[in-house]
T-cell receptor
């Protein structure tokens, strides 16, 4: 089966760095995606890792270790507008994504 | 480009009523999806259509039907609504070969009384 584990809530200070972890357990794993969702809004795509290592997109970076079945999203220079829920999503074939339950990030002054 | 559009934005139904949620995309994407999102449950896939003319069940298909009307449109039907179907419904689309990057519509907030 497929399951993803991520923390339910994280709080961080404006200007700081925060890491949101995601572990997965599945066979036939292809890659890990990250999505952001503000309260009342739609999910938006942030990044995708198919290979081990770090992918950087501006203030956001995503990391994958296939040997550890683990990935994380790193947010730098946190801003108040980064307060949102962040979902990891597993690509495991059959044109389907399986989403984690989400991590609610609160950025405080 | 409007991206992915959904109608209606809000809907209240009584138990046993039926309704169809509409979704359209103007990005020429091959694949389309319907998800539901409940508090603390993340997004769960109801049905998807990898390409025009095909539909497949996702994780939670019971109580729903879908129609891929053409490449642009993918509708979700509740034949006999139940309170357990109270949720926020999101439609999404993607390129067939890049389905890890999905584009979501604004959602439909459905309440079944």
């Amino acid at each position: 089966g497929q399951s993803l584990e991520q923390p339910s809530e994280v709080t961080a200070v404006e200007g700081a760095i925060v890491q949101i972890n995601c572990t997965y357990q599945t066979s036939g794993f292809y890659g890990l995606s990250w999505y952001q969702q503000h309260d009342g809004g739609a999910p938006t795509f942030l990044s995708y890792n198919a290979l081990d290592g770090l992918e950087e997109t501006g203030r956001f970076s995503s990391f994958l270790s296939r040997s550890d079945s683990y990935g994380y999203l790193l947010l730098q220079e946190l801003q108040m507008k980064d307060s949102a829920s962040y979902f990891c999503a597993e690509e495991a074939g059959s044109y389907q994504l399986t989403f984690g339950k989400g991590t609610k990030l609160s950025v405080i002054p | 480009n409007a991206g992915v559009t959904q109608t209606p934005k809000f809907q209240v139904l009584k138990t046993g009523q039926s309704m169809t949620l509409q979704c359209a995309q103007d990005m020429n994407h091959n694949s389309m999806y319907w998800y539901r999102q409940d508090p603390g449950m993340g997004l769960r896939l109801i049905y998807y259509s990898a390409s025009e003319g095909t539909t497949d069940k996702g994780e939670v298909p019971n109580g729903y039907n879908v129609s891929r009307l053409n490449k642009r449109e993918f509708s979700l039907r509740l034949e006999s609504a139940a309170p357990s179907q109270t949720s926020v419904y999101f439609c999404a689309s993607s390129k067939r070969e890049g389905y890890n990057e999905q584009f979501f519509g604004p959602g439909t907030r459905l309440t079944v009384l």
